[in-house]
């Protein structure tokens, strides 16, 4: 059994075991108080954001003598709180035989010291923690959403012992041929198959199909599944580690670890670049007095030549170049109600050329409405049908129940009197009416049973036509008088200009992906004008489609269930809606559109776009800001001072560029 500590911010236990291998936060450690969480979140972002407030300050008092003291104890300060961490970082690249950018970055910075030039020194270390902590900050972790996944699935079950008895187990500890209780509104904790009972259970976010379905005896049912009625029981096939959702781990896990890593350029000449300066500045410390007759010490010496050298080639603009690129692109889309989770995410997004797009609940609202009403006999009288049902489904909470109810209101009806009313677990409703008539209503099959045969073919072809165009449908039936209720899942509003937008603006290859059934995913495809769909998907599936569509090139997809979080992970960029998106999704994608607004995916593309050419302006501009700096300090035209402004000239620069992206 896995050891349990309660803690204040969840008021839940929390499984050691589980927090270790996950690798979570160590904020999430369950042996933290709520308090020391708060502090500890973003501690690197705060004790920057603090240093540079002092470096501020310090900077202030140093023009009035009398106060010098005060100033040097600040900067002291400055160094503890941005220096000390990137110091011990160094040493620890050191001892791996590491030389980056960040040991230059270190060595420029309290190398200035020696020079008398601690202020400059201060603000190189400021600006290098202040970038490192805010993408930090920024940036995904792949736990989060295997975390999430293992949330999806009780850690208990109700087994039901040999002499009928009930007791609660740890799902850990269930093996396979253990007969378990699942009590209507509970979620299904393992695989098994129904060996008693009847309910309808909600896939949705395991399947995409928005329309539960009925389970009765020698059904499977998948762990994740929501049992919406009457109680089941169910013989466990699988145990724990070979379920339904520990395979959606172990495919998340697998998608990650398998998912394009960009390389920036930065990344890949920065080890190059830090070792070349540092040995320039020895080899130009040790071999200056010897070639040009110059001392070795002093303002005029080579070790001073060499350490300016040292501290103007530092990266400082080219530390923050791109950071703040993705920074400001980052900022205005969280304004635009899109979180994007790191920002080389919008370097991959400008390299997409398909776009998958999930159906359920992206394309379309999810909620299901009621379009047509018919009478069986073309003449019955449609409102009494609508007021019976209405009031047969009115107490219901599925899909279809809410559709009807809906619609009744809308069009102003009252429900009917009704009596005897009794619910048939994953086939329908039935009640007797004031003039004693028996009305039923529920899947198309069930009420055929209650009709004469001649009747009951003819119902079952029409509910058949209706299938066919895409349509979900309900039949009632009322005194041997049957009517049929179409269902359509609708599309979000302006949904096909977004499309068209896509299409047309951006060039993308639009694709959709989808669990419901071929007819629903054809019509839904047809009327955005999406040519490539594929329907009747499962999570496998839905990754197997993804990995074989982005080999060649990127891909996002588009995606808000647990049946959608492989298939994020494993694309180059993963977009998850934030409203209707299941926790799991959301983790696994890159992007979240928090408000739903898919319409905004055409803006989106085009500002990864500019971002992307605004970082590369931002390189060039680094560069060059190093080389003009650097090298005139090098030969003494110029005193240190004056590369430090020229040299942070070049990251004023690459700030106010950034800043464009700023722009709506």
């Not at 699935?153 to 109700?158: E, L």
């Not at 635009?336 to 609202?365: F, S």
């Not at 009596?419 to 009640?431: H, M, R």
């Not at 999406?530 to 074989?548: Q, R």
């Amino acid at each position: 059994m896995s050891t349990i500590i309660e803690t204040n911010e969840a008021k839940k236990p929390i499984l050691f075991d589980e927090f270790f291998e996950l690798g979570q936060e160590d904020t999430e450690s369950p042996f933290l108080i709520e308090s020391s969480r708060k502090w500890g979140a973003n501690l690197t972002l705060k004790s920057s954001i603090l240093a540079a407030f002092f470096l501020i300050l310090s900077f202030v008092i140093s023009f009035f003598p009398v106060h010098l003291p005060i100033s040097h104890l600040l900067l002291i300060a400055v160094y503890f709180l941005a220096g000390v961490p990137a110091l011990i970082e160094a040493i620890e690249d050191l001892s791996l035989f590491d030389i980056n950018i960040d040991i230059l970055m270190t060595l420029a910075a309290f190398s200035s010291v020696l020079i008398g030039s601690g202020m400059e020194g201060g603000l190189l270390l400021v600006l290098f923690s202040l970038s490192g902590s805010m993408e930090d900050a920024v940036s995904s972790k792949a736990k989060s959403a295997i975390s999430s996944l293992h949330k999806l699935s009780p850690t208990k079950a109700t087994v039901i012992e040999d002499d009928g008895t009930h007791i609660e187990r740890s799902i850990k500890d269930i093996a396979v041929g253990t007969i378990i209780l699942v009590k209507a509104s509970q979620v299904v904790p393992l695989d098994g198959i129904v060996i008693g009972g009847i309910s309808s259970v909600n896939l949705v976010h395991l399947t995409g199909e928005s329309l539960p379905l009925s389970k009765t005896v020698g059904d499977e049912v998948p762990a994740g599944a929501r049992n919406l009625e009457g109680a089941l029981a169910v013989q466990v096939m699988k145990i724990m580690a070979d379920s339904t959702l520990a395979k959606i781990i172990e495919l998340v896990t697998e998608a990650q670890e398998a998912k394009p890593k960009l390389q920036r350029f930065f990344d890949k000449f920065s080890g190059k670049y830090a070792v070349s300066i540092i040995a320039l500045s020895g080899f130009f410390a040790f071999t200056f007095p010897y070639l040009f007759n110059i001392p070795f010490l002093g303002y005029e010496g080579s070790l001073y030549r060499a350490l300016s050298f040292l501290i103007a080639a530092s990266p400082c603009a080219l530390i923050i170049a791109i950071p703040i690129a993705y920074l400001s692109a980052v900022s205005i889309c969280a304004k635009k109600g899109i979180l994007i989770k790191g920002g080389v995410t919008l370097d991959a997004i400008a390299n997409c050329k398909i776009l998958a797009l999930d159906k359920t609940g992206t394309l379309t609202t999810g909620q299901l409405e009621v379009i047509s009403v018919v009478a069986l006999d073309g003449k019955s009288v449609v409102d009494e049908a609508i007021a019976i049902a209405y009031a047969l489904e009115k107490n219901a909470v599925h899909p279809i129940a809410i559709a009807i109810t809906s619609y009744a209101q809308n069009l102003g009806i009252l429900a009917s009197e009704i009596q005897n009313f009794y619910e048939i677990p994953g086939q329908g409703l039935s009640a007797t009416l004031p003039n004693k008539a028996l009305c039923f209503i529920g899947r198309p099959q069930f009420i055929a049973t209650k009709l004469e045969s001649a009747k009951a073919k003819e119902l079952l072809e029409q509910t058949a036509t209706f299938m066919q165009k895409g349509e979900l449908v309900a039949c009632l039936t009322i005194d041997q008088t049957p009517y049929i209720f179409s269902f359509q899942d609708n599309l979000r509003p302006d949904m096909k200009n977004a499309i068209d937008e896509l299409k047309t603006k951006q060039h993308l290859k639009i694709v959709m992906l989808t669990g419901d059934h071929e007819q629903s995913a054809k019509r839904i495809a047809d009327s955005l004008g999406i040519d490539n769909y594929f329907a009747d998907l499962t999570p496998e599936n839905k990754l197997d489609l993804v990995t074989k569509l982005s080999e060649n090139q990127g891909l996002a997809m588009v995606g808000d269930g647990v049946n959608d979080a492989p298939a994020l992970a494993r694309a180059s960029v993963g977009i998850c809606m934030g409203k209707v998106g299941s926790t799991t999704a959301v983790d696994a994608a890159d992007v979240v559109l928090l408000h739903d607004n898919i319409e905004y995916l055409n803006w989106l593309f085009q500002k990864s776009h500019q971002t992307k050419k605004v970082v590369k302006q931002n390189l060039i501009i680094a560069l060059s800001a190093i080389f003009i700096a650097s090298i005139p300090a090098l030969g003494g035209y110029i005193p240190l001072w004056v590369a430090v402004v020229m040299h942070e000239g070049g990251t004023v620069l690459v700030g106010l560029n950034a800043l464009r992206l700023l722009r709506k």
